[in-house]
Nanobody
């Protein structure tokens, strides 16, 4: 089970930190990721992290503004979002990935488990 939290309403330029707590499996065995889905759009990749936390990968649209991290002792993955823009408004989902890649953006088919989603709204 993946439980996401931390979403909310923030002004453009602001920050939010999302958390996703995992239970029911050995968290440190799996790569993790964040996706998002805006109204009327397909779900898209945001960020991924290798199971040991040493490698990360980001969508171009968030590179330099978002940071994914994990604490395997707490079975939690985080997404620190800075310099938020109105176009970042979406429901954000954490995901357990089948694998990690430095060069490939995972798609929905590469996800084994989804969290329930948390709404992020950025006002202009």
């Amino acid at each position: 089970q993946l439980q996401a939290s931390g979403g909310g309403l923030v002004q453009a330029g602001g920050s939010l930190r999302l958390s996703c707590a995992a239970s029911g499996r050995t968290f440190s065995n799996y790569a993790m990721g964040w996706f998002r889905q805006a109204p009327g759009k397909e779900r898209e990749f945001v960020a991924a992290i290798r199971r040991n936390g040493y490698n990360t990968n980001y969508a171009d649209s968030v590179k330099g503004r978002f940071t994914i991290s994990r604490n395997n002792a707490k079975n939690t993955v985080y997404l620190q979002m800075n310099s938020l823009k109105p176009e970042d408004t979406a429901v954000y989902y954490c995901a357990q990935l089948r694998y990690y890649s430095d060069t490939y953006y995972p798609a929905a088919v590469d996800v084994d488990y989804w969290g329930q989603g948390t709404q992020v709204t950025v006002s202009s």
